[in-house]
C-alpha cells in the first residue's frame, strides 16, 4: 500500500505512491500542497489498522523546548511567520542555491531528505558533510550557544543517516550563521537515549490531542506562535494568580482596507501596485503590499490576475451592496486545523453546549448596550433611559437560569426592544433624523440606514477573524446555521455591536460627520448614498484601528485585534484549553 501524506492534521490526508516520489517533488523544488516541506507528516498505512506516523526532525527540537510550540505546529498545522522566521528561511534559500560543494579535504551536499522506518522521523538535513568520516550539520540563524534541544536534533538526524547509510557516525556541528562558528556535537549513549525519548513524547501528544500548557516566560518572546499561543493570557485565565500579560505582538498585517465604491471601476494588478481605474482615469494607485482586505461595493470589476495574488497573500476580497448588503468574500485555503472545527462541530451537536456559548454571547451584547446607555445618561439625567437600563439590568439577571434557547431569544429580544426604544434619546436634537424603530430589508430611514450598513462591515470583519482562528464560519451557537449564513460570525459579532456599530453611528451623527445630504431616498427606502458611504467606511476605519484598553489584560490594542483575540479564546475553550468564554465587556 502506498503512503498518506499527512499535513498539518491527523484528519487531512493526501495521497502519494511512496516517499521516493514525495522526495522526487522536494528535489524538484516544489512546495506540497502549501505547506514547507520541513514541516509535512507522512502516514503509512502498511496494515489494517496499524498507520505509522513520522515526524519532521525538527520538530524534535521544538517538544523539548515548547512542547506547546510542537503541538500547534504538527498537530494544528501552524504556519505563522514572524521575522526570525522569515530570517531563517531566507539563509536557508541562499544556502540552498548550491546542492554540492567540494573542496580540499572535505565535500558537502545540501538539503538532503531522510527518513527512518525505526525512529519513525522524517526530514531534511541542511548539510551532510565528508572528510574521513560522515555527519550532519545544522544551521542554526543565531550567534554560538549551548542548547540542548539543537544537539537532540542533530543527534536525531545522525540517528536516521546511520539506518539509511549503513555506517557508525560519532558526531554532528552545528552552525551558528550570526556568529559564522561551528559546535560539535558528540553522540553518546545518553543523548540518543534522549532522541528516542523525544520522539515517544511528541507521539504522546499527538495521540492525546491535548494542548501543552503555555511556557509563558522568556521562551515565548519573539515567538512566531504567541498571537495564536497567547500564553500570558492563558495562563493569567486560568491561573488568576498570574496576572503578569504582556501586550500581543502585531500581525505582519497592520489593517489597511482598499473600499472600491466606484461603479464601474476596474480594479487589477500592475507590477507589485493595485490600480483602480475607471474608463481612462486611474482612481487608485497604491502598493499591493501590506493589504488585509479589499472591500468591493456594487458593481465593481476585479481580475483574476489580482484575485490570484491577494489569495496567496492571504488577504480577502470581501463584496457588499451599494444598500450595504453583505454577499460574502473569496478568501485563502481554509485552515488546516480541523481539530478546533471538529470541537466547534462537537458542540453544535450538543443543546447544553450551544446554550453555554450563546448565553456569553447574549450576555455581551446586552450588557454592553447597557453600557453605553448609561453612559450618556450620565449627563443626559433622562427618565426613559434610565428605566430601559434598568430594565436591562433585571433581565441581565435572569441569564443564568433559562434552561433553553428560545428563552434566551426571549430575553434578548425584550432587551433590544427596551434599547431601541430609548435610542432616539441618544441622538442630538440639532440632528435632523428621528429613530422610531429598528427596520431594515430596506432601511426606512438614515439612521436604520447607518445602523444596517455599520452590522454589514462589522460581520465581514467577525468574519474574517474566526477564519483566520480557524473555525467554520457557518456552523454558530446561537444563531441558526442556515444555508450560506455566517452564523458564528454573527454570533461573535453581537458584543460588538453596541460598542463598534451603534456608537460609531450615534458619533458621525451628533458631530455632523453625516447629514441628510449624505442620503438618497428611493421608493423602497433609504440609503447612504457615494459621499456618505465615503464618509462612513473612513470613519469605521478609525473606529476599527481605536485603541482600548483591555479589561481583563490591562494592555492597549485596535478593536480588530479585540476581535480576533475573542475568536481564540473562544476556540481555546471549545478544545478544552480554558473553562468558559468570557465576553469582551467595556466599562
Not at 536557508?92 to 525505526?118: C, F, H, L, P
Not at 433590544?416 to 442630538?428: D, G, P
Not at 433609504?526 to 489584560?553: C, Q, V, W
Given at each position: ?550 479589561p481583563i489584560f490591562n494592555y492597549n490594542l485596535p478593536y480588530l485585534r479585540i476581535f480576533e483575540l475573542q475568536a481564540r479564546f473562544l476556540a481555546k475553550v471549545l478544545q478544552g484549553e480554558l473553562y468558559e468564554y468570557k ?5
Amino acid at each position: 500500500m502506498g503512503s498518506l501524506l499527512f499535513v498539518g492534521s491527523k484528519l487531512s490526508f493526501y495521497y502519494f505512491h511512496n516517499l521516493e516520489y514525495i522526495e522526487k517533488l522536494r528535489w524538484k523544488g516544489l512546495m506540497v500542497g502549501y505547506v514547507n516541506y520541513e514541516v509535512l507528516i507522512v502516514m503509512e498505512m502498511l496494515k489494517t489498522n496499524n498507520e505509522h506516523i513520522y515526524l519532521p526532525i525538527s520538530a524534535i527540537a521544538e517538544i523539548l523546548y515548547c512542547p506547546r510550540n510542537f503541538y500547534y505546529r504538527v498537530v494544528e498545522g501552524a504556519q505563522d511567520l514572524n521575522a526570525h522566521v522569515l530570517e531563517g528561511r531566507l539563509q536557508e534559500d541562499r544556502r540552498n542555491e548550491r546542492t554540492r560543494v567540494a573542496r580540499e579535504g572535505y565535500s558537502q551536499v545540501r538539503s538532503v531528505m531522510i527518513s527512518s522506518e525505526k525512529l519513525r522521523l522524517i526530514g531534511v538535513v541542511d548539510v551532510v558533510e565528508e572528510d574521513s568520516e560522515i555527519y550532519p550539520v545544522e544551521y542554526k540563524k543565531g550567534s554560538l550557544k549551548e542548547s540542548l534541544s539543537d544537539d537532540v536534533q542533530v543527534c536525531a538526524q545522525a540517528m536516521v543517516l546511520e539506518e539509511k547509510l549503513g555506517r557508525d557516525i560519532n558526531r554532528g556541528y552545528i552552525y551558528y550563521v550570526q556568529s559564522r562558528t561551528r559546535r560539535e556535537v558528540v553522540l553518546d549513549e545518553s543523548l540518543r537515549s534522549l532522541v528516542e525519548k523525544t520522539v515517544n513524547r511528541g507521539f504522546e501528544i499527538i495521540n492525546s490531542g491535548e494542548i501543552p500548557t503555555p511556557a509563558a516566560d522568556a521562551r515565548c518572546e519573539g515567538c512566531a506562535l504567541a498571537r495564536r499561543c497567547l500564553p500570558f493570557e492563558v495562563s493569567c485565565l486560568v491561573d488568576e494568580s498570574r496576572k503578569k500579560t504582556v501586550r500581543p505582538i502585531p500581525c505582519f498585517n497592520q489593517g489597511r482596507v482598499l473600499y472600491v465604491d466606484e461603479p464601474g471601476a476596474y480594479v487589477r494588478k500592475k507590477g507589485e501596485r493595485i490600480w483602480v481605474t475607471k474608463e481612462k482615469d486611474t482612481l487608485i494607485d497604491m502598493p499591493l503590499c501590506n493589504l488585509e482586505q479589499v472591500v468591493l461595493s456594487g458593481t465593481v470589476n476585479i481580475s483574476a490576475q489580482l484575485i490570484k495574488i491577494l489569495l496567496e497573500r492571504g488577504t480577502e476580497v470581501h463584496f457588499l451592496s451599494r444598500g450595504g448588503k453583505y454577499y460574502g468574500c473569496l478568501q485563502p485555503s481554509l485552515s488546516k486545523n480541523s481539530v478546533l472545527r471538529i470541537a466547534q462541530h462537537k458542540a453544535f451537536q450538543s443543546n447544553s453546549q450551544c446554550l453555554k456559548y450563546a448565553r456569553e454571547f447574549v450576555r455581551g451584547k446586552l450588557t454592553n448596550m447597557r453600557t453605553l446607555l448609561v453612559r450618556h445618561n450620565r449627563t443626559q439625567k433622562d427618565k426613559n433611559l434610565l428605566l430601559a437600563i434598568t430594565k436591562i439590568k433585571s433581565m441581565l439577571k435572569k441569564l443564568d437560569d433559562i434552561t433553553s434557547l428560545n428563552s434566551l431569544l426571549g430575553i434578548e429580544g425584550i432587551c433590544s426592544k427596551e434599547y431601541f426604544k430609548v435610542f432616539n434619546c441618544l441622538i442630538k436634537d440639532t440632528v435632523p433624523f428621528n429613530f422610531n424603530k429598528r427596520n431594515r430589508r430596506p432601511p426606512e430611514d438614515p439612521v436604520n440606514a447607518l445602523l444596517g450598513y455599520g452590522y454589514s462591515l462589522l460581520t465581514k470583519d467577525i468574519s474574517s477573524a474566526v477564519q483566520v482562528v480557524g473555525f467554520d464560519p457557518y456552523i454558530g451557537f446561537l444563531h441558526r446555521s442556515n444555508y450560506g449564513r455566517p452564523a458564528l460570525a454573527l454570533d461573535l459579532m453581537e458584543e460588538f455591536r453596541p460598542i463598534i456599530v451603534d456608537s460609531l453611528v450615534l458619533k458621525v451623527l451628533n458631530k455632523g460627520v453625516i447629514n441628510k445630504d449624505d442620503f438618497e431616498c428611493q421608493v423602497t427606502g433609504t440609503f447612504l448614498n457615494d459621499s456618505g458611504r465615503k464618509k462612513f467606511y473612513r470613519a469605521y476605519e478609525e473606529r476599527r484601528h481605536e485603541m482600548i484598553t483591555h479589561p481583563i489584560f490591562n494592555y492597549n490594542l485596535p478593536y480588530l485585534r479585540i476581535f480576533e483575540l475573542q475568536a481564540r479564546f473562544l476556540a481555546k475553550v471549545l478544545q478544552g484549553e480554558l473553562y468558559e468564554y468570557k465576553p469582551f465587556l467595556v466599562r
